[in-house]
């Protein structure tokens, strides 16, 4: 009965220091206005939003033993910095930041894995991760973001996007001011984008849709689909291995180039006006040609030792000049 009893009281014990170790710990701080905020975190996750108060209110939530880890309040005359610090090798636990700011606070923000959420700002934005996820939504200028394996999803951006990523997905949408983006085997979804838009995969898919601007969207394997496209400038939509489709929301009214190697390449003028020169390349021996409008040249080329068809016409002006290229796909043109 005495040894139960023993065994009752450690295993008690146990459950009582488990429960010290991992309890929820809270700390409030509130710091005034600063001109850039900044955040670097091990695995933290941080959420930060436009708040009602003129100052930076900071709320961190953790249950790491206060022996392993540290939080970190730096205030310099133009900046707030706050970061974690681990101490040892055996640290379990969590740790949550929630941050409300002034909307014209800059924020750059980093972190190994931890994941970031940020709505409403009017400055500028940069954030880094490892492997957290990143969810952007209503900022007002410059944004600014890359993450190896993390997922990345932008909305309603209003100043230049440059985005990327080794491994993660990326979406992107309401963005006004030019999107740059590049993925090494992430897939890319951009809905309603207007301006540069500059767009490259490695080995995932890229989706467009409703975007206005000068593009260059290209990938190694992958398929590239845009669709109500209207072009600004001369753009280039290009595979090496997928298709490349591509639907105009009006005719165009800039040079265009359409090429894959291997896949298919495909312009739909969707019921517009066809204007312009329009040349088709393709292998003359694995490769096919087609219009709904007949050539006015056709011949064939020699190109890296194989041959090629060749194909032209001319209908209404001499440009734009439409260019749809493939070796072992198709080139075509829908109307």
């Known amino acids: 009965m005495k040894r139960f009893k023993s065994i009752l009281f450690l295993a008690s014990l146990i459950l009582l220091l488990n429960f010290m170790t991992y309890?929820?710990?809270?700390?409030?701080?509130?710091?005034?206005?600063?001109?850039?905020?900044?955040?670097?975190?091990?695995?933290g996750d941080c959420t930060i939003k436009k708040g009602t108060s003129e100052k930076i209110l900071v709320n961190l939530k953790y249950t790491y033993s206060d022996d392993c880890f540290e939080y970190i309040f730096n205030e310099g005359e133009n900046y707030l910095k706050i970061e974690e610090d681990f101490h040892g090798n055996n640290c379990n636990g969590k740790?949550?930041?929630?941050?409300?700011?002034?909307?014209?606070?800059?924020?750059?923000?980093?972190?190994?894995s931890g994941d970031l959420i940020l709505n409403d700002i009017d400055n500028n934005?940069?954030?880094?991760?490892?492997?957290?996820?990143?969810?952007?939504?209503?900022?007002?200028?410059?944004?600014?973001?890359?993450?190896?394996?993390?997922?990345?999803?932008?909305?309603?951006?209003?100043g230049d996007s440059d985005i990327s990523?080794?491994?993660?997905?990326?979406?992107?949408?309401?963005?006004?001011?030019?999107?740059?983006?590049?993925?090494?085997?992430?897939?890319?979804?951009?809905?309603n984008v207007i301006g540069e838009i500059n767009i490259s995969t490695a080995s995932g898919d890229i989706k467009l849709t409703g975007a206005k601007g000068e593009f260059s969207v290209k990938n190694a394997s992958g398929n590239i689909e845009a669709e109500n496209i209207e072009l600004n400038e001369e753009s280039y939509f290009s595979s090496a291995s997928g298709n490349v489709e591509v639907i105009l929301a009006n005719s165009a009214a800039y040079n265009l180039t359409l090429s894959s190697a291997?896949?298919?390449s495909v312009l739909d003028f969707n019921s517009n006006e066809i204007i312009g020169f329009f040349e088709f390349l393709a292998r003359a021996d694995k490769g096919e040609i087609i219009s709904p409008i007949k050539f006015d040249k056709e011949e064939v080329i020699e190109k890296n030792g194989k041959d090629y068809d060749l194909k032209s016409f001319t209908k209404g002006n001499n440009s734009p000049i439409v260019k749809?290229?493939?070796?072992?796909?198709?080139?075509?043109?829908?109307?």
Do not use: H
């Open 262 to 264: 291997s896949g298919n």
């Open 324 to 335: 749809i290229k493939t070796a072992s796909g198709k080139a075509e043109l829908k109307k």
């Open 95 to 112: 740790s949550e930041w929630s941050i409300s700011i002034p909307t014209n606070i800059s924020v750059k923000f980093n972190s190994a």
């Open 165 to 191: 990523t080794a491994s993660g997905d990326i979406t992107a949408q309401n963005c006004k001011d030019g999107l740059n983006i590049s993925a090494a085997s992430g897939s890319i979804i951009a809905a």
């Open 23 to 43: 309890a929820q710990k809270e700390v409030n701080k509130s710091f005034t206005a600063k001109e850039t905020l900044k955040i670097s975190t091990v695995s």
């Open 125 to 158: 934005l940069s954030a880094n991760t490892a492997s957290g996820d990143i969810e952007i939504k209503n900022v007002g200028k410059k944004v600014k973001i890359s993450t190896a394996s993390g997922n990345i999803k932008l909305e309603n951006i209003n």
